[in-house]
């Protein structure tokens, strides 16, 4: 398997566009996790999917951002309008199971100017 | 949203010591795991502590869980320059939700 598939890698947008970020879990993986990195505040869990449903939306920062998962191989992070404040490193991360490894993807580094 | 407070935040020290690497939360959480992340990747998972009170030991690292679940600690012996990275724990709640720790960052010098 080649493992969690974020793309794009890296994403340079200017403020109040929209961006997509997408995540192909692990093949036959239940749980899909997005995460977002900074320096200041961590590794910090935005949205937790269950067997394609959220199931737990409360991290994620406002209501310009939304994240879908219309199946179970396929995830969606969209911020729109984007601002600077949402520059970070966006991780998706997919685990089948309970008390098991979560794998994460590379993730994508996203700059808002 | 699970706090849990990674101590300390940054560590440097020289190589061949002893370190420690406390997580600590309010919640009890069903197990906890241990991650470690290098630059440009994402975090790799070192081991999964379930039962209250449990020792796992990986070569040279050491993990204890809580009794009460709500704190571990991770234990490096004799650190070497490839135990350098960010260090995470995560807390695996009832909801099977995984929110991770603040992060230690380690730098052993050679």
């Known amino acids: 398997d080649a493992g969690v598939i974020q793309s794009p890698r890296h994403e340079v947008t200017e403020m109040g566009q929209e961006v997509t970020l997408r995540c192909k879990p692990i093949?036959?993986?239940?749980?899909l996790f997005w995460y977002r990195q900074t320096m200041m505040r961590g590794l910090e869990l935005l949205i937790y999917f269950n067997n394609n449903v959220p199931i737990d939306d409360s991290g994620m920062p406002e209501d310009r951002f939304s994240a879908k998962m219309p199946n179970a191989s396929f995830s969606t992070l969209k911020i729109q309008p984007s601002e600077p404040r949402d520059s970070a490193v966006y991780f998706c991360?997919?685990?089948?199971?309970?008390?098991?490894?979560?794998?994460f993807g590379q993730g994508t580094r996203l700059t808002v100017v | 949203t699970q706090l849990l407070e990674q101590s300390p935040q940054f560590l440097s020290i020289q190589e061949g010591e002893n370190l420690t690497v406390y997580c600590n939360s309010s919640?009890?959480?069903?197990?906890l795991q241990w991650y470690r992340q290098e630059p440009g990747e994402g975090p790799v998972l070192l081991v999964t502590v379930v039962t209250g009170g449990e020792v796992k030991k990986l070569k040279r690292l050491t993990f204890q869980f809580g009794d009460a679940r709500k704190d571990s600690s991770l234990h490096i012996t004799a650190a070497q320059p490839g135990d350098t990275g960010l260090y995470l724990c995560?807390?695996?709640?009832?909801?099977?939700?995984?929110?991770f720790g603040t992060g230690t960052r380690l730098t052993v010098i050679p």
């Open positions: 995560a807390g695996l709640t009832g909801a099977n939700n995984l929110f």
């Open positions: 093949s036959g993986h239940n749980s």
């Open positions: 919640s009890v959480f069903s197990s």
């Open positions: 991360a997919s685990r089948l199971g309970v008390n098991t490894e979560a794998f």
